[in-house]
């Protein structure tokens, strides 16, 4: 296992281009100045132990040190002690809908994106919950299986968007299905299933799914991301929006809120509907129920121990700057000597 302790200092790396540029402008300077003298070329042969490459090099060196300093502070930590613990809490499994109708903006920065900082927030507070995700449009697929690792879940959250899946849709019941299937064989009251989505054009029997899930004892709450009014689905090219998708007939696709369909599946799987507001995208109200739930016991292996290797990048920073220190400008005695070697002859 591999952790960075403190990974915010990588931003210190942005200072590289910095550094390049103002090498440029010092180098600039320097040409300009030697120009100011009279003829560059007579002007260089009145310094000719004078090393350009040199100059090159320790810019070089002193640039990787800076690097290698950074990624010290960093500090890379390598797990060596993976051992069993017992953990006790509930299984949750969201369901997070990508469907091209979640790029709607009338959640801000857009449906999807509000939903992903809400799992992000949700997931640091969950104390030995596992938790898994689901991904579904036309159709669902597993994107986390269970897990207590939320590390690894916060990674797989950031890699969700809506090109996931091509096949477009709503297939909320595909979902509850999936999800079922992903707990196991385990009944009990210690699951859940959340359901991220605006409800629209779902196409399976959903209700049907949740009241199955119901009977395992299974809670589904749903979270309708969204406005009544309902928003036009904007179409980016290169970051930049280009217009906002049509239906056949040229008109442009407003995309509305199914506040009825997502509450009915709510009321179905025994859970609750929250509508997702700018200010509150509904996740703490849902992890109340969740804390209702009965905690189970069971297994899961984690790194106990961590050993740092700052050291490795930090020596070899010190080396780089030594070497840095003690390479001259000045061009070496022997290639000065082949030098005089080749102009004799």
Known sequence: ????????FLYALSLIPVFIIIYWLV?????????????VSIVKQLIPDVSVSKRIWKFILFTLAFTLVIVGIVNPQVGTKLEEVKRKGADLMICLDVSNSMKAEDLQPNRLE?????????INKLEGDRLGIIVFGGEAYVQLPITTDYSAAKL???????DMIPT?????????????ESFGKDEGKNKAIVIITDGENHEDDAIKAAELAAEKGIAIHTIGMGSADGAPIPV???????????????????????EQALQ????????????ASNSDAGLNSVLDEVSKLEKKQFESKMYSDYEDRFQWFVAAALVLL???LFLTERKSKIYQRLNLFNDKQ
């Not at 509000?114 to 949700?122: D, E, G, R």
């Not at 797989?156 to 809506?162: A, Y």
């Not at 009915?264 to 509508?275: K, L, M, P, S, T």
């Open 156 to 162: 797989f959250l950031e890699s969700i968007n809506t």
């Open 1 to 8: 296992m591999f952790q960075l302790e403190n990974k915010y």
């Open 27 to 39: 180098n600039r300077w320097r040409r300009k100045a030697l120009a100011a003298y009279g003829d």
């Open 322 to 324: 030594l070497i840095e």
């Open 168 to 180: 477009q849709g709503t297939a909320i019941g595909t979902a509850i299905d999936l999800a079922l």
């Open 236 to 258: 980016y090219k290169n970051n930049v929006r280009e217009s906002f998708r049509k239906d056949k007939d040229g008109n442009t696709v407003v995309t509305k809120l199914n």
């Open 264 to 275: 009915e599946i709510a009321a179905a799987g025994n859970g609750i509907y929250v509508r």
């Open 114 to 122: 509000k939903a992903k900082q809400a799992i992000s927030k949700l």
